[in-house]
C-alpha cells in the first residue's frame, strides 16, 4: 500500500486525518535563517522539524516548499538580466535544486522515523505573496510556473500535491492542472478574506466546485483565524472531503521581504490545548483534515493526534476527551502503511474510533 493509498481510505471512512505542522515560521522562530528556506545552511534543523512531526503522530507531513519559486529570488532585481548580471551564480535554478533538497530531507526523516507510511505533501503556493492577491501574474505566466514546481516536486518523490494559501482562484485553476499533470493526487487549500470569500475575491464555495472539478480530492483553508474556520466547513463539507489548519496569532511582518523572515507574535493566545478543543468543534461540523499553520509547531500537531505521548484532551467527532491516559498508546504504529488516526471502528464517545 503507498503512503498516499492510506490516507485516501481514512478519508473514505471520514478520517481525521491529522497535518504535520509548518515548517518556515518554526524553523525561523528556532532561529534558522530563512536563506534558501534553511535548506542550505541548516538542513540538520529542516530535517528535525520533519522528525518531530512525525514523532507528533501526523499522518502527512508538508514540504519545506512554501513559497519557493523562482520569483522570490527574481523579485529583489529589475529583470532577469539584472539578477544575471550582478546575482549569484545559480540564482535562476536555486528554486529547484531546494524543492529537491526539501522532498529529500523529508523522505530522510520519514524513513529514520520507521513510518514509513506517512505520505508527503509536495507543497506549491501562490507565486507571488500569499496574502496579495493583487501581485497574482497572468494566468498564462502563472501556470506555467506552476507546471514547473509541480514537475520538480512529483520528479522528486512526493506523494501528493498540496496547493497551499491559494489567494485567487485563477491561479488556482492553473496549478491544479499543473498538479494534476503529475499524475499525483491533489488537495487545494485557499486563503479568505474576513467576509470568507477567496482572498482575492471570489466565492469560497466557487473556489471548491472548481478544484474538485479538476480533480481535487480534498479541499481546505489555511493561514486564517481559527474563529473564520467554522463558518468555512459550512461552506466545503457538503462537497466532498474538508478540513483546515489555521495560522496562530498575528502576523508581525519585518521591515524588509516578508519571504525572508515570516514571523507570528501572539501565538501563546493558542496554546495546544485550546487548538485541540477547537479541533473538537471543527470535527463536529464535518472536518475529515485538521492541522494548524503559521505560528504552531510539534506540540500543537502533538495536541490533535490521538496516538501521541502527551496526555490530555483529544478532539473527536463526539467532542473532547478529557481524561488522562495512564497508558498511551505507543507513538507510532506496527504496522508500515497504516496511518495513526485511522481504524475500522465507527467514531464513539472518547474519541477517534478506539478508547483512548
Request: proline share 9%.
Amino acid at each position: 500500500m503507498s503512503a498516499y493509498e492510506a490516507v485516501r481510505g481514512a478519508l473514505g471512512r471520514g478520517g481525521p486525518i491529522v497535518l504535520g505542522g509548518p515548517m518556515g515560521t518554526e524553523l525561523v522562530r528556532r532561529g534558522v535563517r530563512w536563506r534558501g528556506h534553511g535548506m542550505l545552511t541548516d538542513s540538520d534543523a529542516v530535517r528535525t522539524l520533519y522528525l518531530e512531526y512525525l514523532a507528533a503522530g501526523a499522518d502527512l507531513i508538508r514540504t519545506n516548499t512554501f513559497q519557493l519559486n523562482r520569483r522570490i529570488y527574481l523579485d529583489v532585481f529589475r529583470d532577469a538580466a539584472h539578477m544575471r548580471h550582478i546575482g549569484a551564480p545559480g540564482l535562476a535554478q536555486r528554486a529547484s535544486e531546494l524543492t529537491r533538497r526539501a522532498v529529500e530531507l523529508a523522505r530522510e526523516a520519514r524513513a529514520s522515523s520507521g513510518r514509513e507510511g506517512v505520505a508527503i505533501a509536495g507543497v506549491m503556493s501562490p507565486l507571488e505573496h500569499c496574502f496579495r492577491p493583487d501581485l497574482a501574474p497572468p494566468a498564462h505566466e502563472a501556470e506555467a510556473e506552476q507546471r514547473e514546481l509541480a514537475s520538480v516536486l512529483a520528479e522528486a518523490g512526493v506523494d501528493l500535491i498540496l496547493l497551499e494559501s491559494m489567494n485567487t482562484l485563477t491561479e488556482a485553476r492553473g496549478a491544479a492542472r499543473a498538479g494534476r499533470e503529475t499524475g499525483l493526487p491533489l488537495w487545494a487549500s485557499f486563503v479568505l478574506s474576513p467576509d470568507g470569500r477567496v482572498l482575492g475575491g471570489e466565492p469560497l464555495a466557487e473556489a471548491a466546485a472548481a478544484m474538485r472539478d479538476l480533480g481535487a480530492e480534498a479541499v481546505l483553508v489555511n493561514c486564517v483565524p481559527p474563529v473564520d474556520v467554522g463558518p468555512a466547513l459550512e461552506t466545503l463539507v457538503p462537497g466532498g472531503p474538508a478540513g483546515a489548519f489555521p495560522h496562530l496569532g498575528k502576523l508581525d511582518p519585518p521591515s524588509w521581504k516578508l519571504e525572508f523572515f515570516p514571523r507570528f507574535c501572539q501565538t501563546d493566545e493558542w496554546p495546544p490545548e485550546r487548538l485541540a478543543m477547537a479541533a473538537a468543534e471543527w470535527l463536529s461540523r464535518g472536518a475529515r483534515i485538521i492541522g494548524s499553520c503559521c505560528g504552531s509547531g510539534p506540540a500543537h500537531t502533538r495536541a490533535l493526534s490521538p496516538r501521541s505521548e502527551v496526555r490530555g484532551p483529544r478532539p473527536s467527532r463526539s467532542g473532547l476527551e478529557m481524561r488522562s491516559q495512564p497508558n498511551p498508546p505507543a507513538p507510532f504504529p506496527k504496522g508500515k502503511g497504516e496511518l495513526l488516526n485511522s481504524h475500522p471502528l465507527p467514531f464513539r464517545e472518547g474519541g477517534w474510533g478506539v478508547r483512548l
